[in-house]
């Protein structure tokens, strides 16, 4: 593990030496006294080298995209063009300010009117609001649409919103943030929609349902035009989950499907970095009758001026963000629809899923695929329940062990409804040879469960930091450094 830079410390080395001061003013005359420090802090004494290699080491200790493989499912960590980043940091954007008059910023509020109207061809909707920052939010908010058009409609009793067993785990979160309660349904044979669960389940209490399409289990919900058909059978609303739009970007419009309402995940689909708790933006968009629920301001165009509408006041969720959302993540979003174009998105779709079923067709033999007699689409789920039976060696070994190999581990005990669940997804922006190299390393710790079973109980073996409890590392959480 890389040493901290305070183990580098050495008494009397200086990384800077400021100008002597030549302004005739006391310290104590700028700073009120309660403010000032009564001791010495204690900070590192480094050189600039010593400062300049500390921070590189840990650079190369860190694994990102631009290092190796990433197949962390559901996530999409996908590489991402560094086009996107030189633009977006472009003193054009980043020294402007959003209280500025309208009209001293049209250049920006041309690209976010063009992105909502681009979202919105691309999905089939007939609006989108840039507001929601995440995923979550964007499920917050669409959820918040459901309950005003029920509440226009003077429907109070609507509070149930209904779930797949395979949801991601932030739908009931926010279902339940949203002032409704939660109705869980099952998932069928195939991993899809039980049609038959959900009749039974729909009732004049039933608020909306929300589905993933394709769902967490990587496969594509066929039955969709039908799940649609009884939810609205009540007047109730379906919501996509976006999160996997990525499988179907191009090839489908989830509008044109018999959803409702859809949030977006610009950070996943269209090539933002991911990860690490941000940065994020979760836009939804909605059928024609929902528009006038939408927060406000939505960026507007008249004639050839570009304004921010605050709409129908007396509808309106009002803002459920400061300003008009993320606006550097949708303008890398902008610049990679922009510079893919319609085929181009279609390709990513296409490529995802190439990607996804090569690597489950080569990986059937040996780790337990529980829907293997189907195609999936951008991702799938393996499980390690032959190794856990066979060797007694858990999920969890298996992905300390990838790490030996050089390689991110994909997401594990998820989908909750696969025991031992490993969920790959490769993404669209990685070559055969990675995808070859990946296969024959899983293939290698298969043989290794058989052969040498304590290696991946002691697994990871050669990263900086090796396996730790991660059960108490989250409950008694410390990151203090004691000097």
Same mark, same amino acid.
């Given at each position: 593990m890389a040493s901290t830079i305070f183990?580098?410390?050495?008494s009397e080395r200086k990384g800077y030496t400021l100008p002597d001061n030549d302004v005739?003013?006391?310290?104590? @005359?700028?700073? #009120?006294?309660?403010?000032?420090?009564k001791e010495d802090i204690h900070l590192p004494e480094v050189s600039e080298l010593d400062v300049m290699r500390h921070f590189l080491e840990l650079a190369h200790t860190n694994y990102c995209i631009e290092k190796g493989f990433y197949p962390l499912g559901s996530c999409t960590m996908k590489y991402n063009p560094k086009i996107n980043e030189t633009l977006v940091r472009n003193d054009s954007f980043n020294n402007i300010h959003p209280l500025q008059d309208e009209n001293t910023v049209q250049g920006a509020l041309e690209i976010l009117h063009d992105l909502q109207e681009s979202l919105a061809e691309i999905s089939g909707f007939e609006k989108v609001t840039l507001q929601p920052v995440a995923g979550a939010h964007g499920e917050f908010t669409g959820l918040k649409v459901i309950k005003a058009y029920h509440d226009? @409609?003077?429907? #109070?009793?609507k509070n149930m919103i209904i779930l797949p067993d395979s949801a991601h785990g932030t739908n009931p979160a926010s279902v339940v943030l949203a002032g409704f309660e939660v109705v869980e349904i099952k998932s069928n044979e195939k991993g899809l929609v039980d049609v038959e669960d959900l009749r039974a389940h729909v009732d004049e209490n039933t608020a909306g349902f929300m589905l993933t399409n394709p769902n967490t289990l990587g496969l594509f919900e066929t039955q969709v035009e039908e799940i649609?058909?009884?939810?609205?059978s009540v007047d109730g609303l379906v919501y996509m989950d976006g999160a996997n739009f990525n499988a179907i970007l191009g090839i489908v419009k989830p509008g044109e499907m018999g959803f409702d309402i859809m949030h977006f995940n610009l950070h996943k689909t269209f090539a933002t970095p991911h990860g690490g708790g941000g940065p994020g933006s979760g836009p939804i968009g909605v059928r024609k009758d929902l528009v006038q629920f939408l927060p406000t301001p939505m960026v507007t165009k008249k004639g050839n001026k570009y304004f921010m509408d605050y709409g129908n006041v007396n509808t309106s969720l009002g803002k459920v963000h400061s300003f008009f959302g993320n606006f550097a993540v949708n303008l890398r979003a902008y610049i990679y629809i922009k510079m893919l174009g319609t085929k181009g998105l279609r390709r990513v779709s296409e490529n995802a899923v190439i990607n996804a079923n090569y690597i489950q067709k080569k990986l059937e033999n040996y780790y337990y695929v529980p829907y293997k007699n189907q195609y999936c689409m951008h991702e799938f789920v393996a499980s390690g329940v032959w190794q856990k039976e066979k060797y007694g060696i858990r999920t969890l070994d298996i992905a300390k062990r990838i790490l030996d190999k050089g390689y991110h581990a994909p997401t594990i005990y998820f989908p909750l409804i696969v025991p031992e669940a490993m969920m790959i997804e490769p993404t669209e922006t990685e070559s055969?040879?990675?995808?070859?190299?990946?296969?024959?390393?899983?293939?290698?710790?298969?043989?290794?469960?058989?052969?040498?079973?304590?290696l991946l109980k002691n697994a990871p073996l050669n990263t900086p930091v090796r396996r730790v409890d991660d059960t108490l590392a989250v409950r008694q959480l410390n990151v203090k450094f004691e000097w």
């Open positions: 183990e580098k410390t050495s005739n003013v006391k310290l104590e @005359n700028c700073i #009120p006294s309660e403010f000032c420090r226009l @409609n003077n429907n #109070p009793h649609a058909e009884i939810v609205h055969k040879e990675t995808l070859d190299d990946f296969i024959n390393a899983m293939i290698e710790i298969a043989k290794e469960c058989e052969e040498n079973p304590d």
